[in-house]
């Protein structure tokens, strides 16, 4: 299975946007743990958000708590990242991945996209 992110951008600080990572050559089989990861300039790879494939069970970074949603659309085979409220801090590269274990460390995934630009300005 490979993993394709997208919807990066420029985007005002205060403005939205939703980074879609579609699953492309298989599916996600149901134990899988789809996570989004970010490295802003100069930074260390950090955890952003995760979800489970099958359940409604999610988890947040405090930094994106409140202002980021994760989903996922089975049938599309796609896992969303919701950005409202963004800042200029928000300013990173953005990764989806794929695990099987419910963590927030970048060792623990197996599976990377290949990255989506998002810029917030001031």
């Known amino acids: 299975v490979q993993l394709q992110a997208s919807g990066g951008g420029l985007v005002q600080a205060g403005g939205s946007l939703r980074l879609p990572c579609a699953a492309t050559?298989?599916?996600?089989?149901?134990?899988?743990?789809m996570a989004w990861f970010r490295r802003a300039p100069g930074k260390e790879r950090e955890f952003v958000a995760l979800t489970r494939w099958s359940r409604d069970s999610t988890n947040y970074a405090d930094s994106v708590e409140g202002r980021f949603t994760i989903s996922r659309d089975s049938a599309k085979n796609t896992v969303y990242l919701q950005m409202n409220s963004l800042k200029p801090e928000d300013t990173a590269i953005y990764y989806c991945a794929r695990g099987s274990q419910w963590a927030v460390q970048p060792d623990a995934y197996f599976s990377w996209g290949q990255g989506t630009l998002v810029t917030v300005s001031s």
């Open positions: 050559s298989g599916r996600i089989y149901s134990s899988a743990v």
